[in-house]
């Protein structure tokens, strides 16, 4: 079966009651048969059910069907996709270990690297994203155990190639490990690229209508087993009911990417050749400047778009506030359009050096397309563009 036809038909076991959707398991905890069987439930020489903190039948089928859509041998469902990503590095580094990672993250994945494991002794080195193989190669020391990046990046849409960063991990016995939200698995496996593990915040596109909160880790089991002890002690559990939530998601993530994509372009496309908009930048414009890259390690280009006005923050403020459908809002993966300005949002925490590195200007917007029609949108955009450039005017 294709992946699709298995995220619809992949579901816990029915119950006597021969239901047709899966039930939701609404329960803290399970019950033991006897008490040999609590036993041998605690010793793991039987498989099975104990406690919604360690396992949960509605938790295990969101997990087995991100297995599925990300050709994963295991993984690990977690309360947030932040938790996915400090657990999927918490759980197998140590201290006097290395780290080595893309400069272009996420705000709150870039704090955890330089304020959190960095108190255990675990360092880090930041390449641009666009560096070289030979420099990630001279950025190896004997003490890295880890690889970690984001490609689509959040939120300046800089690509790495994964293929010459699985090599070198390959070669040199490292953790390749990816965040790859920003594309889902509807867009992108890292796996083929070499990715020994792949988180995601499933509270993005594989929720995709702003519901609920999730994140989980997948990959290769040995390293699995480990981030599953951390998580199992420390307890960042998903919920059973947004495990729910998000495995009914994941049957509808496929369409919902190709129409998120389409509009995508279309709204960059269109923006791109208005004369008052600064920069645009989408990973299936031509004008990218990984565009081929995207290209070779995509099946299309997600559904962020950036784009930067001059005027500063106050530019922003005036096309933000004449924007009439999209909603103002730092998430993002939603059916609905939302935009954000990075700067004072969400790497508002970054120091001013750090933001000038990636990109992150006072004039940047994210742009997360939505379902909604696309005349409607570029018509919306096109508007709040006009609008702002005649309030500048008119100061």
Known sequence: MKKQTKA???QTKKTQYREHSTPL??????TFESAEQGKALFEETEEGNIYSRFSNPSVQEFI?????LEDCEDGVATATGMAAVFASMAALLKSGD??????ALFGSAHQIITQIISKWGITYTYLDADASEADWEAAVTPDTRMVYLETPSNPGLDLVDLEMIGKLCK???LIFNVDNCFASPALQNPVDFG???VVHSATKYMDGQGRVLGGIVVGKEEYIKHIRFFCRHTGPSMSPFNAWVLSKSLETLELRMEKHCSNALALASALEKHPDVKLVKY????????????KAQMKAGGAIVTIELEGGFERVSAFMDALEIASLSSNLGDTRTIVTNPFTTTHAKLKADEKLALGITEGLIRISVGLEDIEDLIEDFTNAVEVSVKSDILE
Not at 98 to 103: D, E, K, P, Q
Not at 283 to 294: G, N, V
């Open 8 to 10: 619809i038909r992949t």
């Open 25 to 30: 398991f609404l329960t803290s905890s399970f």
């Open 64 to 68: 087995d069907k991100v297995c599925l």
């Open 98 to 103: 290395h780290i080595l990672a893309s400069r």
């Open 171 to 173: 070669k040199h016995n």
């Open 195 to 197: 990715a020994d593990l």
């Open 283 to 294: 990973p299936f414009l031509a004008s990218h400047p990984q565009h081929e890259l995207a």
